[in-house]
């Protein structure tokens, strides 16, 4: 895969980038690395979660 370095910004809780810098700092590793791993590892969860739009389109569907 090629590595595309767009600048992205993001937002966190302040608890949660404490959390990515601390293991950050564990791994001897950038908080960006953290990030990039922990999506690759829970893509596929993420990815059973139903979209927003799913709980629209079943609101509509009741009202007719």
Excluded: C, H
């Amino acid at each position: 895969m090629a590595s595309d370095k767009r600048k992205q910004s993001l937002y966190f809780p302040e608890d949660y980038l404490d959390e990515i810098r601390e293991e950050s700092l564990r791994q001897d590793r950038s908080m960006s690395w953290v990030v990039q791993k922990a999506w690759e590892i829970a893509r596929d969860t993420i990815k059973q979660f139903p979209a927003a739009n799913d709980f629209l389109q079943g609101e509509e569907d009741e009202q007719d």
